[in-house]
């Protein structure tokens, strides 16, 4: 027997549950993530057509990395437990293990460039943050790779310096821009509030949404980071590993879900003014009741003696404060709802500028 053998011998032996469970329960809740991303991925791909081109090359990738990953996990768990079963040294080995490096970033940092552009555009494309997450995203693809290479032929026993470096840039590097992508989507859509009671509650619902989704994969990887620290590559480490791009995932696809969600809540909430524009060259007002599939809906008219006035369209980078008291103050709306379909408006124009001109793109 021979003396790494021996070593993993006693190491496993020690304490099998901490050392076998989380191999296991890998390749479970990941199958299980799996499973979850391939249904959202089915509902998503199904209003795929709306969505820009690299959109879709990016959850077409992250998705594609997430399949391989999950491939990977079961060869790697009947390679263990099946054709190896009884050989201890394979699980201090990284001969497979390692290769998560390479596998993760292809859905980890694909979803991470797609939250990247979000905050880009709500921050009304500041490069800064733009380059702040990209280098982040370059140190952390360094480090995966560079930890693949360097330790594909090591045990878990013989990590230096260099490996260590390698493996705190991965999960380092990736917390610093999950910090920076989340905190910039946060500050972009504080700022796009309008004081318009249904545009805000879009804004404070985009808040929520992607708190949700960002916040779990962040702290995936301080766990990560800090059980690396504690106990270098643990099983439970190697949990973590397998599990992490999927977390990332399954938020993102959650997030272009409940946009498709309220884009459809936008329809059933919101009733326009009958006519189609605003203005025309006769006087009047009446109402109409309307009877559409069992539900009557009350509509009203309003017709200015102005001779046409048309609804101003914004560019894309001018905010709603800016054209709210000069391009509205001559269109006369007696009630909450019209204001409101006002601002629903704007939004399908870009005036209200930040989230809903992509995020919540009416329609």
Not at 83 to 92: H, K, L, R, T
Not at 248 to 277: F, H, I, P, Q, W
């Amino acid at each position: 027997m021979s003396s790494v053998e021996e070593i993993a011998r006693k190491q496993v032996t020690g304490n099998l549950g901490s050392h076998l469970s989380p191999l296991i329960l890998g390749m479970a809740v990941d199958g299980l993530l799996m499973g979850v991303a391939i249904n959202q991925f089915v509902r998503w791909w199904n209003h795929s057509k709306k969505e820009a081109t690299h959109i879709r090359f990016l959850l077409y990738l992250a998705s594609f990395g997430a399949i391989c990953a999950t491939i990977f996990t079961w060869a790697t768990t009947l390679h263990m437990f099946s054709y190896n079963y009884g050989e201890y040294s394979q699980f201090i080995k990284c001969d497979w293990i390692a290769w998560y490096g390479i596998l993760d970033p292809l859905t980890k940092i694909s979803i991470q460039a797609f939250y990247a552009e979000r905050a880009w555009r709500i921050n009304k494309r500041n490069y800064v943050i733009l380059v702040s997450i990209g280098i982040c995203l370059c140190l952390s693809v360094t480090g995966s790779v560079g930890y693949t290479f360097i330790t594909r032929t090591k045990t878990m026993n013989d990590f230096d310096s260099t490996a260590n470096i390698f493996f705190y840039l991965w999960p380092g590097a990736c917390i610093s821009a999950d910090l920076i992508i989340t905190s910039s989507i946060m500050y972009g859509l504080y700022r796009s509030r309008s004081g318009l009671d249904h545009t805000d509650r879009l804004v404070k619902r985009l808040m929520r949404i992607s708190l949700e989704a960002q916040v779990p994969p962040t702290l995936v990887a301080l766990l990560f980071f800090l059980q690396f620290a504690a106990d270098s590559m643990s099983s439970i480490v190697q949990f973590i590993a397998i599990i992490h791009p999927k977390v990332y995932l399954v938020g993102c696809l959650a997030v272009l879900n409940s946009r498709e969600d309220l884009r459809n809540d936008r329809k059933t909430s919101y009733v326009y003014t009958s006519g189609g524009s605003y203005g025309s060259s006769s006087a009047g007002s009446g109402n109409k009741n309307l009877q559409t599939g069992g539900i009557t809906v009350e509509t009203e008219t309003y017709i200015c003696s102005d001779g046409g006035l048309v609804v101003p369209r914004p560019g894309l980078n001018r905010s709603f404060s800016d054209i709210k008291d000069k391009d509205l103050s001559s269109i006369s709306l007696d009630s909450q709802a019209h204001a409101d379909a006002e601002a629903i408006a704007l939004a399908e124009r870009g005036g209200l500028g930040t989230p809903l001109e992509f995020e919540v793109k009416l329609q």
